[in-house]
């Protein structure tokens, strides 16, 4: 996941302007009716691909519990969660049976800074003691477009944004971000072919 991450950091300025200049700041989330055999990044348009669309073509409509750990939870369980799905950070909640925000833990920033960096033991320490607490934490709803999500991650230098309608509803990352240009582009270079070969009338 670093290796991926690293590669892309060049093109993140590249992708938001060539991106953000079709909208000029100005950023629709009308929803457009489009053909069931077709793939949503591929039709709407990078204005209008909504988070949510995102989370929906990563097969996350519903949230489990592996995107969560809790304050008290031991950082060597909550990074063995990581690693077994696959996922860079986890939303942080507070005790109890409400699902209370009480920060973000992440691989990166918090992992390998404060655990490795400073030597100590993952075993021995729980999650609140070394989590980003909630009042650093940025995030967005689900109905913000993949602009949005870009242009939030690209100003604040982060990699994963908590979706948050009332309640976590998901995580979104930079590889999600760019798999949703790319594939975007992918469907106007597909419309362009189609036209030069004389497909459309």
Known sequence: MQAIVRGMRPCQETL???TL?????KYS???????PGSSPMEEKGLENVTVSDVLKSKGEEKVGSWIWCRTHDIVDDAAKNMAQHNIGSLVVLKPGEQQQIAGIFTERADYLRKIIGQGRSPKYTRVGEIMTEEKKLITLPSDANILQAMQLMTDNQIRHLPVIDGRIVGM?????VVRAVVDQQSGELK??????QGEYY
């Open 29 to 35: 989330l009308k929803r457009n009716n489009i053909n």
């Open 191 to 196: 419309r362009l072919n189609e036209f030069i």
């Open 16 to 18: 938001k302007g060539a």
């Open 21 to 25: 200049k079709h909208c000029q700041g």
């Open 172 to 176: 979104i990352s930079i590889v999600d």
